[in-house]
Each structure stands twice: as C-alpha cells, then as structure tokens.
C-alpha cells in the first residue's frame, strides 16, 4: 500500500507547531518525504532529483497561509509544480491535421496499445472533428494485428486500407497515402509494426515509413503501467524516429503515472492523450491535474489544494477589505475587483463578498453590468497614469478627456466610472465605522 502524501507530510510537521515562513529544514525534511512519494510512483530518480530540487527554491520562504498546515502548503507547492512540468506548449487534444489527406503515424511497442490508440483517435476524430478518416496498419509479421485494425474499423464505422498479403510496410504506406488522396480522406492513419523490445529493423522500418509519408503527427503509443522503461522507450524512439507526441495507455490500471513525468522531464515531449480502457471511447485528452494527483497519491489532493487556494483568495480579500474600510480605494482596487468579476463570470460572486451590497447590486443590475461594460470600464482605468490611479480625485476636465480618448470611449462614461468609484468606496469606509464585530466580520465568514 502507497502512503498518503498527505499524511507522511502531517506527521512531519506535527512537530512544527510554528507558523510564519517554511523554514529551509522544514521543506526539506518534507520534500525527503515527496522524493520517496515520486520514487514509489515509478517517476525516475534523476526526474525526482531534480523535481524536488526545483521545489524547494520555490518553497523555501514561502509565507505559510493561516489555517492550512505547513505540510499542505508543501503539498500544494508540490502539485503546482508537478502541474507545471507536465504541462506542454499546446492543446494537447489538438492534432494537426490541416492540409489532408493529414498522415498520423503510430508508434510503440507491442502490446503498448497502439492498435487499439489508433482506433480510438479515429473514432474521435471522427465524430468530434466529422473527419473522413482511413487506417491502415502496417504490421506485416503479424497478420493478426492487421485484421485487428479492421475489426475495430469496422466496429466503429471508419474505413481500413483492404489488406494485401506480402506487401512491405512502405508500400503499405505509399498505398495508403495514394488511396487516402483519392478517396477524399481528412487524416490518414499508419498503425506500425511494434516489437517486444526495440530494436534495429524495427527503427529502420519506422524510419523508412516516416520518410514516405512525412507525418504530421508521429504519436508514440506507452504502456503507462510499465513505468520507468516507457522513459527508455521514449528517448529511443524520439531519437530515431522523433516524435511529436506521447499516448499513455493503461491509466486506468493502478499504475501511479509517474511515468508521465519522467517521460516529460526527460524527452520534453507532450503527453497528448490518455487510454483509460479498452472501449473505443475510453481516451481522453491529457490532463496535468489528474496526473499530478495521482502522482501524490491522493484522491484529496485536488479538493485540498483547491481549499487551500480558497484560503489564500479569503486572505487577500480580507487584507484588501481592511484596506478599504480605512479608506483606501484606489482605482487600482477598483480595477482588480472588475477584474475578478470578470474572472467570476459576473457581478455576483463578488457582490457576495461585499457587505450590505444588495442594494447596490441592484442599481447595477439597473445600469447593465456586464463583460463587454467591464471592459470598458477596465480600458478606462488602464488609460490612467499611475498617479491617476491613486488619487482619482485629481480628474479634472482635460485630464478626463485624455483618458477616455485614451480608452477610446466618452466622458460620460468615464464619468458614471468615477460614480461608481465614490459611491463604493463611500460604502466600504461606512462600513468600516459600523464597526469590525458587525456587518464587517459577518461578511468575511
Ligand atoms: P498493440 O500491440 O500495441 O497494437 O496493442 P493493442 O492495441 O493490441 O492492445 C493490447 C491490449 O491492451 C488489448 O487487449 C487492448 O484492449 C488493451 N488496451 C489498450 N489500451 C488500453 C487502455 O488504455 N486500458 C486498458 N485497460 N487496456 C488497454
């Protein structure tokens, strides 16, 4: 049984009973804690090394939030950063296929899933992006594998290459390429030979495909089950044949997808899909988050990190709105709070944080807040200097048209800005007096 992260890291801090900043001894006896945790996750020992040391340059000082423990801190610093290597350039759901007939080329070993990935990749492409799709499989030392991509084929309605006995991979391919042109095919998929075990002849075919038919994708398709060797696995076929991207299959196993991260550290390829099963709809886009969960091992650490982030949201409100009830709302609070409505999707979500604001809301509502008004709004204040900003009182007439022109909109508009302003932070400096065991404190629950 794996330990949960969590709880390894609460018996280590147990003992801190002191709150601040993460001591350097602190994150490092948790981070011993975190190097075993990846270890016994099948990330690789050099990946783990240097993943570890990364965090704990992030780590160490880091203020300590109220109210979640120095070890859930570590967590969460851990999570982000596992986030963070894991997460590549681009959508990784998104294939290129422009110009068709798009080739795909898959790669792997046997038994990695590689028949099973291309089908599935069909399917979707099929019936997310209505591509006119053609498989064609290129495993001529085994049959078998050739009508299995034409059993799944048919099974889910996309089209194989007809098989043709004794022909050699390349020709395949060729043919392939020749029948996708003319049968007005989007994307057109080579599902290679795989092997037990990489080597030579199987490289060179690979390599004599990909010359052919110049893919616009070469997926390398990985056991996620088989752990540190899907890294070697990797780096082989990266080299030789150079990939643009990495399929883990079997994560729906208990294996703990540290492979995910050792292959990113070390290849630097995207992780693009994950196999989840053996039904044809059982893939899914990767996902940094799940991984990196997983890789904690704990179901929780997602809820936990999101409680956590919650806590530092409720403490920045909480030092702003201290600030306000002293007075002190600038434009430049003003235009971190549109902004956060606009990241709430609305007036809502931050009218609930402000006390007494229903009324308020309400002449909003009446005046027709809403993104686009945000925007503007937002414009307005980007228009304004700096010393603008800090002091608004000093708008006078020419300094006002400057900045609407600036923002690209009318006086009046900056004007009922400016309204808006007063009245708010009339509002929060009268509730502030209201004292801090009234309204005040009933709000910040
Ligand atoms: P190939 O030799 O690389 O082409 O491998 P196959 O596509 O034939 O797959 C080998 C076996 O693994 C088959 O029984 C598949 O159903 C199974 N398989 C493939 N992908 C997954 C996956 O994501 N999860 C699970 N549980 N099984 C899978």
Redo the contacts with the bound molecule.
């Keep these: 049984m794996f330990e949960n992260l969590s709880e390894r890291l609460s018996g280590v801090f147990d003992r801190l009973t002191k709150q601040g900043a993460l001591s350097e001894d602190d994150v490092k006896t948790a981070l011993r804690e975190v190097r075993v945790a990846l270890l016994e996750a099948d990330v690789s020992l050099p990946v783990a090394r240097d993943f570890v040391k990364a965090v704990q340059a992030k780590a160490t000082g880091q203020a300590v939030t109220k109210s979640i423990t120095p070890g859930q801190q570590v967590v969460k610093i851990v999570h982000d950063e596992l986030v963070h290597v894991l997460t590549g350039d681009e959508d990784p759901g998104k294939l290129k296929i422009d110009n068709p007939p798009a080739p795909i080329l898959m790669v792997?070993?046997?038994?990695?899933?590689?028949?099973?990935?291309t089908a599935k990749l069909a399917k979707r492409l099929k019936e997310r992006e209505n591509k006119r799709v053609l498989m064609a499989s290129l495993d001529v030392n085994r049959p078998a594998?050739m009508e299995?991509l034409q059993i799944l084929g048919a099974q889910i309605g996309v089209d194989t290459l007809p098989i043709v006995k004794g022909e050699d991979p390349v020709t395949i391919a060729k043919r392939a390429k020749t029948q996708a042109a003319m049968g007005g095919y989007d994307v057109y998929m080579l599902?290679t030979a795989?092997r037990l075990h990489i080597d030579a002849e199987l490289i060179a075919q690979a390599a004599a495909v990909r010359d052919v038919a110049q893919p616009r994708e070469t997926l390398l398709?990985v056991d996620g089950l088989t752990g540190q060797d899907a890294v070697n696995v990797a780096t082989e076929f990266d080299d030789k044949i150079g990939v643009s991207g990495v399929v883990l299959?079997?994560?729906?196993?208990d294996g703990r997808g540290g492979a995910a991260l050792s292959m990113r550290a070390v290849t630097g390829k995207p992780i693009r899909f994950v196999?989840?099963?053996?039904k044809m709809d059982?893939i899914e886009t990767f996902e940094p988050s799940r991984i990196a969960g997983r890789i904690l091992g704990m179901g929780d650490i997602v809820s936990l990190v999101e409680k956590a982030q919650e806590t530092l949201e409720a403490e920045q409100a909480e030092r702003m709105m201290r600030r306000f009830t002293k007075g002190q709302f600038n434009m430049n609070d003003l235009r971190s709070q549109l902004e956060q409505m606009m990241k709430m999707g609305g007036m809502e979500g931050m009218m609930s944080m402000l006390p007494g604001a229903a009324k308020m809301q309400k002449q909003m509502d009446g005046a027709g807040i809403d993104d686009k008004m945000l925007k503007r709004q937002i414009a307005l204040i980007q228009s304004m200097t700096k010393r603008e900003r800090a002091n608004p009182q000093i708008l006078q007439a020419s300094r006002k048209k400057r900045i609407a022109k600036g923002a690209g909109l009318e006086v009046s508009e900056l004007n009922k800005l400016l309204k808006m302003h007063r009245q708010m932070a009339d509002m929060m400096k009268k509730m502030g007096k209201m004292g801090k065991g009234g309204m005040l404190k009933q709000a910040m629950k």
């Design positions: 792997g070993l046997q038994g990695s899933g590689k028949t099973t990935t594998a299995q599902d795989g398709v299959t079997r994560m729906d196993g196999g989840l099963g053996e059982a």
